[in-house]
């Protein structure tokens, strides 16, 4: 739509590899200590035999995303300032490992003018191409003073 921030079909990736750092630096802000991210004695028990990536982690990456889009759609003399107003449906599909790389595509698939508002998609990949995780998140535009 002509003469809004965002159209649909506007899209931005980013890509991390997820690190043994990143992890323990996410449970030291967040609090999660739990083996299943920390302790790989006890996942060596599990299916998965290994650590895995906090799903809260992979949201934060979502919200780099996120950010990336903004600073792409948001002229420096923008009237309005863009906001998250949250994610729905954040699904983690399939575990990410210590050292996978992921790929986090978000891509706007509705938008509401006269509510200042947009929707994208949110798709995290692995490096084999596997979708981990998806969410739909909702973005508000609103003024500046």
Same mark, same amino acid.
């Given at each position: 739509m002509a003469g809004f @921030?965002? +159209?649909k079909g506007d899209q931005? %990736?980013?890509?991390k $590899?997820?690190?043994? %750092?990143? *992890? @323990?630096?996410? +449970?030291?802000?967040s609090g999660d200590? +739990?083996? !299943?991210?920390? !302790?790989?004695?006890?996942?060596? &028990? /599990? /299916? @998965?035999g290994r650590r895995i990536a906090h799903g809260a982690l992979m949201v934060a990456y979502m919200s780099t995303a996120s950010t990336m889009m903004i600073l792409k759609a948001a002229p420096d003399n923008a009237e309005e300032t863009a906001v998250s107003l949250g994610y729905d449906g954040v699904r983690f599909l399939k575990p990410v490992f210590f !050292?996978? $790389?992921v790929t986090i595509t978000y891509t706007i698939r509705?938008?509401? *003018? /006269?509510? &200042? &508002?947009?929707? +994208?998609d949110i798709a995290v990949t692995n490096q084999h191409g596997d979708t981990v995780a998806v969410a739909l998140?909702?973005?508000k535009w609103v003024? !500046? $003073?």
């Open positions: @921030y965002v +159209a931005v %990736t980013f890509a $590899t997820v690190g043994e %750092t990143d *992890v @323990y630096m996410f +449970a030291g802000i200590f +739990a083996g !299943n991210h920390v !302790n790989e004695e006890f996942m060596k &028990r /599990s /299916s @998965y !050292n996978d $790389t509705e938008i509401d *003018v /006269s509510k &200042r &508002r947009a929707k +994208a998140h909702h973005l003024k !500046n $003073t």
